[in-house]
T-cell receptor, first 116, second 109 residues
Framework: DTGVSQNPRHKITKRGQNVTFRCDPI?????LYWYRQTLGQGPEFLTY????????KSRLLSDRFSAERPKGSFSTLEIQRTEQGDSAMYLC??????????????FGSGTRLTVV | GQNIDQPTEMTATEGAIVQINCTYQ??????LFWYQQHAGEAPTFLSY????GLEEKGRFSSFLSRSKGYSYLLLKELQMKDSASYLC??????????FGQGTTLQVKP
């Protein structure tokens, strides 16, 4: 297992277009998180899943943002009608709640979105 | 509300010791983490505290006081490669991670 994989690494899109990002977590991790990070700031919570269930989501995901994890493995994050303010790094992380494992979180390298 | 505070920027000299503080107010506590993030890279694990006290791992140590809602990360024998952002975050009872804004550390020769 090579860790958490995010694709694409970079995405440039025109304002108003839809974009979709993918995250492949560590295979034995049952929890998956999406965060957004702008330059010089800490990560901002978007949503997280336990297996295929979306346990919590921020208010951002009630509008143009949506996330899925259909089979409890990889996840996709879609942004519809992108705006310049959506330009940020989108981070994915995974972890496990299973007994006997450490409680560390493994982060992907992120997808950097630029909306022009 | 839920809040985590840490200084935005710090500067230190190569070979010195630096302490990065983090205070938190969260609804539920399931552990506090420190991660290091170099520009454009994924955050990587440094330390985890769930009980009060000091955890030491090589040049890095982390301290937690749950009653005070306070933690610090101590970096000894600073190296140029330690220039990075340091993220403090708490795992809440629901599993949600609550982040501070991160501390950008610049190590100077």
């Amino acid at each position: 297992d090579t860790g958490v994989s995010q694709n694409p690494r970079h995405k440039i899109t025109k304002r108003g277009q839809n974009v979709t990002f993918r995250c492949d977590p560590i295979s034995e991790h049952n929890r998956l998180y999406w965060y957004r990070q702008t330059l010089g700031q800490g990560p901002e919570f978007l949503t997280y899943f336990q297996n295929e269930a979306q346990l919590e989501k921020s208010r951002l995901l009630s509008d143009r943002f949506s996330a899925e994890r259909p089979k409890g493995s990889f996840s996709t994050l879609e942004i519809q009608r992108t705006e310049q303010g959506d330009s940020a790094m989108y981070l994915c992380a995974s972890s496990t709640t299973r007994v006997g494992n450490n409680y560390g979180y493994t982060f992907g390298s992120g997808t950097r979105l630029t909306v022009v | 509300g839920q809040n985590i505070d840490q200084p935005t920027e710090m500067t230190a000299t190569e070979g010195a010791i630096v302490q990065i503080n983090c205070t938190y107010q969260t609804s539920g506590f399931n552990g506090l983490f420190w991660y290091q993030q170099h520009a454009g890279e994924a955050p990587t694990f440094l330390s985890y505290n769930v009980l009060d006290g000091l955890e030491e791992k090589g040049r890095f140590s982390s301290f937690l006081s749950r009653s005070k809602g306070y933690s610090y990360l101590l970096l000894k024998e600073l190296q140029m490669k330690d220039s990075a952002s340091y993220l403090c975050f708490v795992s809440s009872n629901t599993g949600k991670l609550i982040f501070g804004q991160g501390t950008t550390l610049q190590v100077k020769p």
